[in-house]
């Protein structure tokens, strides 16, 4: 596939996060947001179907000037190809903003809002499970030191005429319900958003170290904030995941266009990501399992794992470890570079490179076996079993070793 391809399909992704940000901001109506919808999903599916009949075609008819300029292109940083797909993205918003309001989209009905509120009392002996389902809202999530449970419900509406919008939000129910099974708390949301209404969720949740987390999201963004806990599902169809100040046993996240950031977490055994179109960033993210994939993004990594795997499909990766500490990694992109920053310590390092197409630069403190001019390690402590161990392989891109 031609770099080009791979900048467009780039592109239309990131178009289509922006409509679905100016959707959820009520700058769109529905149906103009379905529609536009649509007719940039078929532009991508045409790319891919491209893509996948060149995959069939016979290996030895590749352009031969055509694989010339993907090593050409390739080697620039990921940074630079991304500076210029994001001014192609904000020159196409601003013309697509000009021209849905010249045909007569612009937003004529207001927003009508009304606040509920929703307190649980919870014991000091006990732990909490929440179980939140929200077709269409925000939902943040705060960790406090309080023996009670606080949901403040903030339902939406939009109308042209306001009677027509309060109506709307009568008609929101909040469904809150508490129940305890022996030392368990088990609180249960579920908002009934009709046609053309949402509801925010604010959730405070006293931090308990058995609590478990079950929240699902059709449209809208998930912020978790100050958690202490020992399970968390979180699954976002159409919408970032934004994690902060995090500590738990173990926690899966999953989303399928938008991005996920996770800052300062810490896991006792897994953190699994996945995303099938959008970015991944981690910082300072430590478990003794990481699995991060998305099928179309960037992955930007700056962890600590016993046993790691980052991959991703159509993009870059950005590795930089933050331990020194024994470690067996695997970093791969199908089509993207991948990065690797080197801060040595007591462990000994050794990365084990592999490209397709593309090329291998080491501009770190690791040097090449004589043997194998692919695989680099730390010039002290080359006898010692435990070290920081990774493989990292492209099938289209760079390789890029660097210092600290």
Not at 12 to 35: F, G, K, P
Not at 175 to 190: A, E, F, H, M
Not at 278 to 297: H, Q
Not at 381 to 387: A, F, P, Q, V
């Amino acid at each position: 596939m031609a770099v080009k391809d791979k900048l467009e399909l780039e592109r239309l992704y990131a178009i289509l996060d922006d409509l679905e940000t100016m959707y959820r901001n009520e700058e769109v109506s529905e149906e103009t947001y379905t529609e536009m919808r649509k007719n940039y999903k078929k532009k991508i599916s045409d790319i891919q179907n491209k893509i996948m009949d060149l995959d069939k075609g016979d290996e030895t008819q590749i352009d031969l000037q055509q694989v010339q300029e993907a090593k050409d292109r390739l080697k620039e940083t990921t940074s630079e190809i991304s500076e210029n797909v994001n001014e192609i993205l904000k020159e196409t918003m601003r013309s697509l903003k000009k021209q849905l309001k010249s045909a007569g989209f612009e937003a004529k009905c207001k927003t009508y809002s009304k606040e509920d509120r929703y307190n649980v009392s919870v014991a000091e002996d006990e732990y909490i499970s929440v179980k939140c389902h929200l077709d269409w809202g925000k939902i943040r999530i705060v960790g406090t030191e309080r023996d009670e449970v606080r949901i403040v419900a903030e339902k939406k509406s939009r109308a042209e005429v306001e009677s027509e919008g309060l109506e709307r939000i009568e008609k929101i129910k909040l469904n809150c319900k508490s129940s305890l099974d022996g030392k368990k708390r088990t609180i249960k949301i579920t908002p009934d958003t009709p046609k053309w209404s949402m509801v925010d969720l604010e959730i405070e949740i006293p931090n308990r170290d058995r609590n478990n987390f079950h929240i699902y999201s059709e449209r809208g963004k998930i912020t978790f904030n100050n958690i202490v806990c020992d399970e968390c599902d979180i699954e976002n169809e159409n919408g970032n995941i934004d994690i902060r100040n995090f500590k738990c046993g173990s926690i899966d996240v999953t989303t399928e266009t938008s991005s996920i950031n996770i800052e300062e977490l810490e896991a006792k055994s897994e953190v699994e990501i996945y995303n099938e179109n959008g970015n991944i960033k981690l910082s300072n993210v430590n478990a003794e399992r990481i699995k991060a994939y998305t099928e179309k993004g960037n992955i930007l990594a700056m962890c600590t794992s016993e046993r790691g795997n980052l991959k991703t499909e159509l993009g870059s990766i950005n590795y930089a470890n933050i331990e020194d500490s024994p470690q067996q990694l695997k970093l791969a992109s199908e089509l993207g570079s991948i990065k690797i920053k080197v801060n040595e310590g007591k462990v000994p390092w050794t990365i084990q490179a592999k490209v397709d197409l593309g090329s291998i630069n080491n501009r770190s403190s690791l040097s090449s076996r004589p043997d194998k001019k692919r695989i680099f390690e730390s010039v002290e402590g080359k006898d010692i079993k435990e070290r920081i161990s990774i493989i990292a392989t492209t099938d289209l891109g760079s390789i890029d070793i660097e210092g600290a």
